[in-house]
């Protein structure tokens, strides 16, 4: 099994930048596709950005394509969400999950806790 655990969130007003990062813990032997995923009070769980195990091939949901970049570096089994321009709309629990390069939530395996983002406008 892995377990990711994010970290990086908080409070950033619109306009502003936050990098959140998630660590995989347990079997880091194989390196899984990893993605992000974000839900709102009262919303569906939200597709993100998600990198290939290469670390080459990303995907990203369309709210948030040319303000986010998702990297990873297998060395330290971290992956990492660069957020810019950020919005108020942006402000949900950001979930970090692994097992997939898909938009859809069922396809991850593990997911981890999740972390708060806040935008204030």
């Known amino acids: 099994q892995v377990h990711p655990v994010e970290s990086g969130g908080g409070l950033v007003q619109a306009g502003g930048s936050l990098r959140l990062s998630c660590t995989a813990s347990g079997r880091t032997d194989i390196n899984y596709a990893m993605g992000w995923f974000r839900q709102a009070p009262e919303k569906d769980r939200e597709f993100v950005a998600a990198i290939h195990a290469n670390g080459v091939n990303t995907n990203y949901g369309n709210s948030v394509r040319g303000r986010f970049t998702i990297s990873r570096d297998n060395a330290k089994n971290t992956v990492h969400l660069q957020m810019n321009s950020l919005k108020p709309e942006d402000t949900a629990v950001y979930y970090c999950?692994?097992?997939?390069?898909?938009?859809?939530?069922?396809?991850?395996?593990?997911w981890g806790q999740g972390t708060q983002v806040t935008v204030s406008s």
């Open positions: 999950a692994a097992g997939s390069y898909r938009p859809w939530a069922d396809d991850y395996d593990y």
